[in-house]
């Protein structure tokens, strides 16, 4: 519980209200306390520091996401967490007074963890020799009720794996010891070399007759963590069991294999599994445009999470600050002329429908998004923006950077929109994606760590005016 101040509640210029909230507990309602003039925004600068301002001194994304965290900590597709947080999600659109909010149905999958796993090196006289931390890898399948016992092999890459063929890796279990760049200044291209094993190796081992396989975790970090993640699931897709060790215990394994003049067995045992596929939904909320109601922009991040953790920063952040983004337009009395929307979509971890059947839908009612920016990489400081869109666009958005270097934004050259507003790139929709500092991302990306307690406020909140700041431009000039 947060515990207000005189002077902080002198700051918010909407009063938190306390109510009985529908999943039973607290939740916060932001309501307008009375008649707002209109913003005139004549003078952008002067716009950008209300903006700023008002993002700065508000608490509201951050008391959304401790709600979400707490109230919906595991929320993977298809799970009843996941219900629980589309339920909270919306009621925060509706405290916000958004002018029209709804939840649009997605066939999601469902995949479930299991309880405990366990992962463990096996001694000369067949009993545990050394406890490792491992997590299964999202779309896994289990190892049955007694698990699974088998040799380790160890490669880097995938280059080694083929050179060592079935002869050498059938009916063993495939270590990927494939390590993360520090070189690459870009954490996020650095993730995108290591990812390729999470996502290919277990199909990869398979096909030389490997029974098993354990990646090494997508983070530069050396810890306790298992840093889960989903992996290949299509029809030629893994069916072995599948685990991401810890960074720790991934250069313990290596060690030992290096020292040990015999083979080294390991012991697997996990129970995940699938189940039919479950009706789910993305919460959708607006503010209606005055002059042109029917172009939209719109903004959001993904509202489902692995389950090791709470999902606060991916994407608990994105979808908290993207609702904000809105709130501070009602806030202010800014009057878009266009539609700003906010999309908290579902599944983006391990199936990406949540996008694929929003852009389906704007594609069947006609709708013209004149924009998308999406919210996932942290509730880190925000850096700039990334930009996926004509060449034309480009250079307009980049010269509006002179706005935002005063609140330390300006980098407008690297990354691009984002997975769940992806699809709409097909109906010619210019891409947005916030781009916070990655450098301590990727220390809690798919961990039991990845907790509300890990999220600073100041820095969530001057993601979520960015984000406000940029719709505002688009809104104003158009791309």
């Given at each position: 519980?947060?515990?207000?101040?005189?002077?902080?509640?002198?700051?918010?210029?909407?009063?938190?209200?306390?109510?009985?909230?529908?999943?039973?507990?607290?939740?916060?309602?932001?309501?307008?306390?009375?008649?707002?003039?209109?913003?005139?925004?004549?003078?952008?600068?002067?716009?950008?520091?209300?903006?700023y301002s008002e993002g700065y001194n508000s608490w509201a994304a951050y008391i959304a996401l401790e709600g979400l965290c707490k109230k919906a900590p595991k929320r993977l597709a298809g799970s009843a967490g996941a219900q629980v947080a589309v339920e909270y999600m919306e009621q925060v659109m509706r405290d916000c007074q958004f002018d029209k909010?709804?939840?649009?149905p997605v066939m999601v999958p469902h995949w479930e963890r299991g309880p405990h796993e366990i992962g463990y090196v096996i001694d000369i006289n067949g009993g545990k020799?050394?406890?490792?931390?491992?997590?299964?890898?999202?779309?896994?399948?289990?190892?049955?009720?007694?698990?699974?016992?088998?040799?380790?092999?160890?490669?880097?890459?995938?280059?080694?794996?083929?050179?060592?063929?079935?002869k050498s890796i059938e009916g063993k279990i495939v270590f990927f010891n494939h390590r993360w760049d520090d070189k690459k200044i870009a954490t996020f291209s650095a993730y995108g070399e290591t990812v390729a094993y999470r996502w290919q190796g277990p199909t990869s081992a398979k096909k030389y007759g490997a029974v098993g396989c354990i990646i090494r975790s997508c983070t530069s970090s050396i810890d306790t963590f298992p840093h889960t993640g989903v992996t290949r699931t299509d029809s030629i897709g893994a069916t072995i069991p599948?685990?991401?060790?810890?960074?720790?215990?991934?250069?313990?394994?290596?060690?030992?294999?290096?020292?040990?003049e015999k083979s080294v067995t390991f012991y697997l045992n996990m129970k995940c599994k699938w189940f039919a596929d479950v009706k789910s939904y993305n919460v959708i909320g607006e503010i209606r445009g005055s002059e042109h109601p029917n172009e939209i922009i719109v903004v959001g991040g993904h509202l489902d999470a692995w389950e090791l953790g709470e999902?606060?920063?991916?994407?608990?952040?994105?979808?908290?600050?993207?609702?904000?983004?809105?709130?501070?337009?009602?806030?202010?009395?800014?009057?878009?002329?266009?539609?700003?929307?906010?999309?908290?979509?579902?599944?983006?971890?391990?199936?990406?429908?949540?996008?694929?059947?929003y852009a389906d839908s704007a594609s069947l009612k006609k709708e013209k998004h004149i924009a998308a920016i999406e919210s996932d990489a942290g509730g880190f400081t925000p850096r700039g923006f990334g930009l996926d869109m004509k060449p034309d666009q480009k250079i307009k958005v980049q010269s509006w950077e002179k706005l935002f270097l005063p609140y330390g934004v300006h980098d407008f050259t690297h990354g691009g929109g984002g997975a769940d507003i992806g699809p709409l790139k097909a109906f010619g929709t210019p891409l947005l994606g916030l781009e916070p500092d990655g450098s301590r991302y990727f220390d809690y990306h798919h961990t039991e760590d990845d907790v509300f307690k890990n999220v600073n406020r100041r820095e969530l909140q001057a993601g979520a005016a960015s984000m406000a700041a940029m719709i505002y431009l688009i809104d104003k000039y158009g791309l």
């Open positions: 519980m947060i515990i207000f101040t005189k002077t902080i509640y002198m700051k918010i210029l909407f009063p938190i209200i306390f109510t009985s909230a529908i999943l039973g507990s607290i939740c916060f309602s932001f309501k307008l306390a009375g008649e707002k003039k209109v913003l005139s925004t004549d003078n952008d600068s002067i716009v950008f520091s209300k903006i909010v709804w939840l649009q020799k050394h406890e490792v931390n491992v997590a299964a890898l999202g779309g896994s399948i289990g190892t049955g009720e007694n698990g699974l016992t088998a040799e380790v092999i160890e490669v880097t890459n995938f280059d080694e794996l083929e050179k060592l063929g079935k599948s685990v991401a060790i810890a960074t720790k215990d991934a250069d313990f394994l290596s060690q030992l294999l290096k020292k040990s999902g606060a920063h991916d994407d608990g952040t994105g979808v908290t600050g993207s609702v904000e983004a809105i709130r501070i337009f009602k806030a202010l009395g800014i009057r878009p002329k266009h539609t700003i929307r906010c999309v908290c979509f579902m599944n983006e971890e391990n199936g990406g429908r949540g996008g694929k059947t």
